[in-house]
């Protein structure tokens, strides 16, 4: 089994971090990977006095390029392998990187990266099967007597996924409900060629990550990651494990995840993600996410559990509906769950305890000592929470942001005009007035006095994401909720981590209290 290091850092340290996802990083490919701007970024972090470097889920992205709509919770995303990595293993030639590459431009290009990345990375794995050394196929041997748990499903429906790209509920009766019996052997034959492939990438991700994480450990950077609540119908946790989803006769969902109406949508947000049958699931002995889990375990020092909410009641909407509206609440598996996972567990967990929070979600959050999130951008409006969004109001055992990845940047937000399907320009004008009294500033620096005053904050941990530190505007912004295209895709522009940047970052890291030195 591959070891990682750890880094020594914990969430009960003070300390500062940056939001970046992988997709963002600068490269030659047409999407940010592992390669060496991945371990840039991680110097940069480290010459910064940084502790923690957070990222979006890792999986493999699905609709709309969303890593919040995986096609599984337990893989990683093939795009993020670095080709030039595969160089020095001897998997490819040097001119393997020839021909025509999507640019390394302002904008994540995922069909691109696509059309460039798989055909190399089907030459490797074709090189692999004939000409790998023994230490090789060694490690290989060990990452899948580690997972196969997970492994061989994930596999088996990528490789039917192939030859069958509809939604699995389209496929034929005997293959949708896994009666794996009744498939003649040339299909068996022609699917297990297939799924060897998609052990392979998991293995160069596996492999390539844990080599970033041990970098990132020695640098004494910690890594967080981020475990949605729901996965994507489409997958291969849901085909693989049905019993454990609310699904009709034909496996299409019969409810599905949204929230309500609030402050990101008038109509609420429709996920469409199935949900769980928690009764099963807590008979089983959550097992299904203690792996989850442990898989997380091996790639992260902390991971935010994405819409905490959930796990205390959870938004169902009657499968079909047009929108979020006609939901209702319902009971999640609360402590009874929170007992089993976090027993023994090496892996810090963030509360994403945001939206329609209730006294019986904070009870929950406490009783297992877990930092909540607390994000500055919330502070200025005239929501009942708004005050405890306010620095001053934050308590040590939280983490804090100037905003997350579906807020617009700082600046954005600050320039936003107001109109139809945003804030009116009253409620900017407000909101706005109020930033600038609260924070003392005059506004020419405005994305890094809403930093300060989250570094300044008693939160034992801030996290500042890249395009506030950067001082970028919407054209910068992650994630427009509602809006199913445009999303996931800003990169960093190659050259903007100066060295003025890191140590302005590293300066106010240090007067805050903050500043972790690097590892020699």
């Known amino acids: 089994m591959l070891k990682y290091r750890v880094s020594g850092m914990t969430l009960r340290r003070r300390a500062s971090g940056v939001l970046a996802h992988i997709s963002s990083l600068p490269g030659p490919h047409g999407i940010g990977d592992l390669g060496p701007q991945a371990y840039r970024f991680a110097d940069f972090l480290a010459q910064s006095g940084q502790g923690w470097w957070q990222m979006l889920p890792v999986g493999p992205i699905g609709a709309g390029n969303s890593p919040y709509s995986s096609t599984s919770a337990f893989a990683g995303e093939a795009l993020f392998i ?296 919330f502070a200025f409006g005239s929501d009942q929470q708004a005050d405890s969004f306010l620095p001053h109001n934050y308590p040590r055992r939280c983490v804090a942001y100037t905003g997350a990845h579906d807020n617009d940047t700082v600046l954005g937000w600050f320039h936003d005009p107001g109109g139809p399907g945003s804030r009116s320009p009253e409620q900017v004008r407000i909101e706005r007035d109020n930033a600038l009294r609260y924070l003392r500033s005059d506004g020419r620096e405005f994305h890094w006095d809403m930093i300060r005053a989250v570094m300044d904050s008693s939160a034992d941990t801030a996290i500042i994401p890249l395009q506030d530190l950067l001082g970028l505007g919407s054209e910068a912004r992650m994630n427009r909720p509602g809006s199913e295209t445009g999303n996931w895709e800003w990169r960093l522009p190659p050259g903007a981590l100066t060295p003025d940047l890191s140590q302005r970052l590293r300066r106010l890291s240090e007067k805050s209290g903050r500043l972790v030195e690097a590892k020699v």
């Open 82 to 377: 670095s080709l030039e990595d595969l160089v020095s293993l001897g998997l490819l030639d040097g001119s393997d990187l020839d021909g025509e590459s999507p640019s390394g431009g302002e904008r994540a290009d995922y069909a691109g990266a696509r059309r460039f990345k798989e055909p190399r990375l089907r030459r490797a794995c074709a090189r692999f099967a004939k000409h790998a050394d023994e230490s090789l196929w060694s490690e290989f041997r060990s990452f899948y007597g580690a997972h196969e748990g997970w492994l061989d499903d994930y596999s088996l429906f990528c490789g039917l996924k192939e030859t069958r790209p509809q939604a699995w509920t389209d496929w034929e009766a005997e293959i949708r409900s896994r009666r794996f019996k009744q498939w003649d052997r040339e299909l068996l034959r022609s699917i297990g060629e297939a799924s060897f492939y998609h052990h392979f990438v998991q293995f160069l991700f596996h492999k390539q990550w844990t080599a970033l994480r041990d970098y990132c450990a020695g640098k004494g950077v910690g890594l967080i990651g981020d475990v949605p609540i729901f996965v994507a119908h489409d997958s291969a946790d849901v085909w693989a494990n049905q019993s454990l989803f609310v699904l009709g006769e034909d496996g299409r969902p019969a409810s599905v995840a949204g929230v309500p109406p609030d402050y990101f949508s008038e109509t609420g947000q429709l996920w469409g993600n199935p949900l769980y049958r928690w009764d099963v699931m807590e008979g089983r002995g959550f097992d299904w996410w203690l792996a989850r889990l442990r898989m997380a375990s091996e790639r992260f020092d902390a991971v935010r559990f994405d819409h905490f909410i959930g796990f205390q009641r959870y938004w169902e909407i009657p499968a079909g509906a047009k929108d979020a509206r006609q939901g209702q609440w319902r009971p999640g598996p609360g402590a009874r769950f929170f007992d089993v996972v976090t027993r023994g567990s090496p892996l810090e967990l963030i509360a994403e305890d945001l939206g329609a929070v209730t006294h019986e979600v904070l009870e929950l959050r406490d009783r297992f000592d877990l930092p909540g999130m607390r994000v500055l951008q």
